[in-house]
């Protein structure tokens, strides 16, 4: 059914065209009214010429129309097939985007964290190290008094003794001198040691 209606609208197309045609071609000027025999040769012609060409383009043409249906169809299913590809694809990359931001997230989170114990790292370290300066420092200071204790106490042994000798110059006599030599030789032997 369906090929006899393209075959009359073939038809119908070459027969509303073929007048154009031969009026185109008679000059444009004026028509002359022709005997009805030649009207009817004419006629015969056409409707002859339009046989032939529906017999022999019928085939071709639906052919084409077929391959040219089928070429739609098949381009707009590969159209549908990419936007499918390309919907999956967007959906792939906002995955990775996504997962992209999280690790840069996390990545960040663990530079913070990584700078906080550097950060606990080093006061720790300064800790010690003032305790370490602290305590060394009261050490020197420990030793310099001992040794200022040791120097005042050797000065006022000393200014002892030189008080004492001078006192005991006037007032001891050689035996008592040597005696008390003795004891002070004794005495400062016992407070260096």
């Known amino acids: 059914m369906r090929e006899k209606t393209e075959g009359y609208l073939c038809l119908a197309a070459l027969t509303i065209l073929m007048p154009s045609l031969a009026l ?18 004419r006629l015969v012609n056409f409707l002859l010429l ?5 017999y022999f383009l019928r085939k071709p043409i ?17 159209a549908q097939r990419a936007a499918k590809e390309a919907e999956a694809r967007y959906r792939e990359m906002e995955k990775k ?16 964290e990584q700078g906080r114990q550097e950060k606990e790292r080093i006061l720790a370290r300064a800790h010690k190290e003032a305790e370490r300066i602290i305590k060394q420092a009261e050490l020197a200071a420990e030793q310099e008094l001992k040794k200022a ?24 006599d050689s035996k008592d001198h040597k005696r008390l030599i003795e004891q002070y030789v004794e005495n400062v032997g016992k407070m260096t040691s």
Not at 24 to 41: K, Q, Y
Not at 50 to 54: E, M
Not at 159 to 167: L, R, T, V
């Open 149 to 172: 204790y040791s120097s005042i106490r050797l000065e006022a042994v000393e200014m002892a003794a030189a008080i004492a000798e001078a006192i005991l110059k006037d007032k001891i």
């Open 50 to 54: 339009a046989a032939l060409l529906y």
């Open 97 to 112: 985007l996504a997962q992209a931001h999280k690790e840069m997230e996390e990545l960040k989170n663990m530079i913070i």
């Open 62 to 78: 639906k052919n084409f129309l077929v391959q040219r249906q089928q070429g739609v169809k098949e381009a707009l299913e590969e």
């Open 24 to 41: 185109a071609a008679g000059g444009g000027g004026e028509v002359e009214l022709e005997s009805p025999f030649t009207l009817l040769m």
